[in-house]
C-alpha cells in the first residue's frame, strides 16, 4: 500500500461489503512520507508518482549507483562539539540529494520497485473514489491497465562487466551477458558480475 511490497487487497465489482468497506479505509487513510515529509493517502496519490527515490545504494566513492549523483558529505565545524553540550537533541544528518526516479510516496526506507505495480482491474470498485480525487487516466503511472509505483528508466549498466542481474518493467528478475544480444534499454539494474565472478562495485 504505502510501502513496497503492501498492495491493497484486490477488490473487483463482485467483493463484499465488508471487503471493499475495509480497502477503502486502507486507502483513504493520511500518511506521512518518509521521502519528503508530504501528507498524502493512496486515493489521491496512488500511480501519480509525486515524489522521487533512489533506486539503487550509495557506494564507497559516495555517489549513488543508479545515478551517479554525489551525496552531501557532512563538514565538519569547531562548534559543533559545544552544541552538543546544550542541545540534547542535536544530530546532524547530510543534505539530502532528490531522488532519480519518480515514484509514489513512501512510508518505508525501501525503494519501490516493478512488482510493486497493481492492475486496475484489481482496484474496479474503489476505482470511482479514486477518479474523483485524481482521474487515473491522468496518473503519471498508468500504463496500459496498470498503476506503477515508479516510473519506468533506462537501464544503466557500469563500465566494466560481464553479467547483469536487472528487474523488467513487468517485475521480472532477468539476466544480460555481455555479447548476447542488445542491452535491454529499460529495467532496474539489481546486481552487476565481472567475467572473474567478482561483483562489481562501482556503477559509474
Partial sequence: MSRPGVKITPVTLYSSQSEIKSSFDEASKSWICLTCGEEFNLLESMGN??????????????RWSC???????????PSRDIQRMYVSSFVPHP???KGCQACDH?????AYTHKDQQ??????AIL?????EFPFILRKGFDNGVL??????????????????????EGNV???????????????????????????????
Avoid at 545515478?67 to 565545524?77: A, K, N
Avoid at 513512501?106 to 525501501?110: K, L, M
Fill in 67 to 77: 545515478c551517479g549523483q554525489h551525496i552531501h558529505s557532512m563538514r565538519w565545524l
Fill in 49 to 62: 508518482l509525486g515524489c522521487f527515490q533512489h533506486p539503487g545504494y550509495i557506494q564507497n566513492d559516495e
Fill in 174 to 204: 532477468k539476466e544480460y551477458e555481455t555479447g548476447s544480444g542488445p542491452v535491454p534499454q529499460t529495467g532496474m539494474e539489481l546486481s552487476a558480475s565481472t567475467s572473474d565472478g567478482k561483483n562489481v562495485t562501482c556503477w559509474w
Fill in 128 to 132: 470511482p473514489f479514486m477518479n474523483k
Fill in 106 to 110: 513512501n512510508t518505508s526506507g525501501r
Fill in 148 to 169: 506503477r509505483r515508479c516510473e519506468t528508466r533506462q537501464l544503466h549498466t557500469p563500465p566494466i562487466y560481464n553479467t547483469v542481474v536487472y528487474q523488467d518493467d
Fill in 95 to 97: 543534505t539530502k540529494v
Fill in 119 to 124: 492492475s486496475i482491474s484489481s482496484l474496479s
